[in-house]
């Protein structure tokens, strides 16, 4: 069984759950899973963990991530994308200067209401799911982070920009955000995600390629190790002599634990992870309690 990342760039009309089920079939195993869903319509990097890394997918959903973008203005649908139903249709009498200034304005923190075609579960049940029935749920906004916006071209009806934001944001939304802010209305025409968590769509696979590599015999190549992912975290060694309790997933003591590259310890209290390693290998990521005056485990990577 393969344990580790595979970055792979998803392509438009595959779904993420497509691209996992195919994997599983050009790796030969069941232990698979992505982070981070893209719609149909997105193309880009979709990161995939395999065997133990699995393990990681709800931490690295909270990753920041980099977008590219086309908004259409003008329009508005029920998805927010150019796939919906069309909802209305606008002149757009905004001048280009217009534009980049409203685009602008959406850098920093702002509350922004989810899409009513989403994941996010309202009563035990998805979104999507109402509003595949007509149904319209009200939702509440939450905060988001736009860290940084690069306009790439303004050729209206079109705008091209890349996106620098946290998790939990909605590009559709964005578009949408911006099209209200304007009074025009606006779509998403296209999306490309080409950065998650260090991982650049520069080095991506497509499925294709990794099936290359797999009848080559050389995917191991391309298969990232499971710590690669988490290069944000503290790294820390079991002293020697007390290998047996990191093993058995016990508790250790504050002690036990030797930090690497002066680490601010302040951050561990305050609930930062630490990368625990015998030798070499990585074997667990590990919470300070603050509290008892220990390290807990959090996840254990023992599998080889």
Do not use: W
Request: proline share 2%; with cysteine.
């Amino acid at each position: 069984m393969y344990n580790g990342v595979i970055n792979i760039r998803k392509e438009k009309d595959y779904t993420s759950f497509d691209v996992v089920a195919k994997l599983r079939g050009i790796l030969k195993q069941k232990k698979i899973g992505h982070t981070g869903t893209l719609d149909p319509l997105a193309e880009g990097v979709l990161l995939v963990c395999l065997g133990n890394a699995t393990k990681l997918a709800d931490l690295l959903t909270c990753s920041d991530k980099e977008y590219e973008t086309v908004m259409l203005l003008g329009k508005t649908t029920d998805t927010e994308d150019i796939t919906g139903n069309l909802l209305s249709e606008n002149s757009i009498n905004v001048s280009e200067d217009e534009v980049i200034s409203a685009v602008m304005s959406f850098v920093g923190d702002y509350m922004q209401i989810p899409p009513m075609y989403s994941a996010i579960k309202k009563n035990g049940k998805k979104l999507y799911e109402y509003a595949r029935e007509g149904i319209e749920i009200e939702r509440e906004a939450r905060k988001v982070s736009i860290f940084s916006i690069n306009i790439l071209d303004v050729s209206l009806p079109e705008v091209t920009f890349k996106v620098h934001c946290s998790k939990g944001t909605y590009i559709r939304s964005l578009c949408r955000d911006i099209g209200e802010k304007l009074g025009t209305g606006a779509v998403m025409k296209s999306l490309t995600r080409r950065e998650v968590n260090g991982f650049n769509i520069s080095d991506s696979l497509t499925l294709d390629k990794v099936q290359e590599l797999m009848d080559k015999g050389e995917i191991e190549t391309k298969i990232l190790p499971t710590d690669s992912l988490l290069n944000d975290y503290p790294e820390a060694h079991i002293k020697e002599g007390f290998e047996k309790a990191l093993l058995n997933g016990n508790k250790l003591k504050k002690e036990l634990l030797i930090l690497k590259d002066k680490t601010d310890f302040t951050k561990l209290e305050e609930g930062l992870y630490v990368r625990v390693y015998l030798g070499d290998e990585f074997k667990a990521l590990y919470l300070y309690d603050k509290e008892n005056g220990c390290y807990k485990p959090y996840k254990m990577f023992l599998e080889k």
